[in-house]
């Protein structure tokens, strides 16, 4: 018997392209279930070559639901997934509700899939934020091979990882501008078309971003609470895919070359990296795919045993839809959930 599988947030961005992965990995589901709000009922969207109507997420039962793959925000989230982890269903959660809560797991299966052997404390595992997710798995390597003191990351971020409403508007804006029209700003704090915006989510009392701080306590949490990180998070005019220049200082030497072995032999990571015009990946390329790439690599010499390098990666994917089926597919490998009883 295979698992029944809800999908919360199917109409959107992640819960599209979860629902994509489900069926591009053959994750063993025997009902795959669509939801989303009241507003999209009836709507169909595409799981493989079949297609699925959403159901309304405030009247359905979950009592035979074995995963739910949520990424509805976090307002639905802090609702939503206690009442449905209660019903028994493990909860897997994209949003920032639950990634802080020590009671919830918060995997990157490349990185800590062990911590996954806690979720049935809240019936509850978070998936980290999207720019969180491709750096662990390019620093998990290099961590283990040299141990990291301190990470200066500067990202460049998609518009997608702001929701349809943020490809949304930078495509209205483009067309706008293209075509002398007045443009109208709704989701972004300033214009994003032929721009870019050096804030994303809210302003914290010590001038950062909440996007920031979320880098610094996620990685933290996945992967050592020594390791000492700031961040400058940016949004840029690109629809998928978002990019992080990456400068690490560690607490023993290594070399670039080194690096680049190293991270060439570890899981989720792709090197294209040949020092030359186009020898290094940009977002374009990474959409769709579910690599985190690393290009660029070169030792730092203005601090002791300091490396930079350029990494980017899919956010709808590694950054969000993937990594949750990927969390989905460690609890049945690992034999941490069986699929309930259902009449037949
Ligand atoms: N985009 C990324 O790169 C990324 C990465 C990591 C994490 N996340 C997180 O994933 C979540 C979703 O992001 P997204 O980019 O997919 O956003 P999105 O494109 O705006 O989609 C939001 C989804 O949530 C549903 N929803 C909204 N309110 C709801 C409610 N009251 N009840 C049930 N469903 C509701 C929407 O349904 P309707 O269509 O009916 O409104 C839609 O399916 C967010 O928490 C985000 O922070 C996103």
């Known amino acids: 018997m295979g698992y029944k599988v809800a999908v919360v947030g199917a109409t959107g961005?992640?819960?599209?392209?979860?629902?994509?992965?489900?069926?591009e990995r053959a994750f063993p589901a025997d009902e795959v279930v669509a939801l989303a709000s009241r507003r999209s009922q009836g709507v169909e969207v595409s799981y493989g070559d079949r297609r699925l109507k959403a159901k309304a997420l405030d009247t359905y039962d979950f009592s035979d639901v074995d995963i739910c793959l949520m990424s509805a925000g976090g307002d639905v989230s802090r609702e939503w997934a206690p009442r449905i982890a209660a019903q028994g269903a493990v909860v897997i959660d994209n949003s920032s509700a639950w990634r802080y809560d020590p009671d919830v797991p918060l995997v990157v299966p490349e990185v800590n899939a062990e911590a996954v052997r806690d979720f049935k404390k809240k019936n509850i595992i978070a998936n980290p934020n999207c720019s969180t997710a491709q750096l662990v798995v390019a620093l998990k390597p290099l961590h283990d091979a040299a141990k990291i003191k301190r990470v200066v990351v500067a990202t460049y971020q998609s518009v997608s990882g702001a929701g349809k409403e943020g490809e949304d508007e930078l495509d209205r804006q483009t067309r706008a501008l293209y075509s002398l029209q007045p443009v109208e700003q709704k989701k972004f704090p300033k214009r994003i078309a032929f721009n870019l915006i050096p804030h994303i989510d809210a302003f914290m009392e010590d001038g950062s971003t909440k996007?920031?701080?979320?880098?610094?306590?996620?990685?933290?949490?996945?992967?050592?609470?020594?390791?000492?990180?700031?961040?400058?998070?940016?949004?840029?005019?690109?629809?998928?895919?978002?990019?992080?220049?990456?400068?690490?200082?560690?607490?023993?030497?290594?070399?670039?070359?080194?690096?680049?072995?190293?991270?060439?032999?570890?899981?989720?990571?792709?090197?294209?990296?040949?020092?030359?015009?186009?020898?290094?990946i940009t977002p374009h390329e990474a959409a769709g795919e579910d690599a985190t790439y690393v290009s660029r690599i070169r030792e730092d010499i203005t601090v002791e045993n300091g490396l930079s390098f350029w990494c980017v990666s899919d956010n709808l994917r590694k950054g969000a839809a993937l990594n949750a089926v990927q969390i989905a597919e460690t609890l049945v490998n690992r034999r941490l959930l069986t699929p309930r009883q259902r009449a037949a």
């Open 13 to 23: 961005n992640v819960g599209r392209v979860m629902l994509d992965i489900l069926d």
């Open 211 to 280: 996007e920031e701080w979320k880098m610094v306590a996620e990685t933290k949490k996945i992967l050592d609470p020594a390791i000492k990180l700031t961040a400058t998070c940016v949004r840029v005019p690109v629809f998928v895919g978002h990019s992080e220049a990456v400068n690490v200082e560690f607490e023993r030497p290594i070399t670039a070359d080194e690096a680049r072995e190293i991270l060439r032999s570890a899981p989720g990571v792709m090197v294209i990296d040949t020092r030359e015009p186009g020898g290094y």
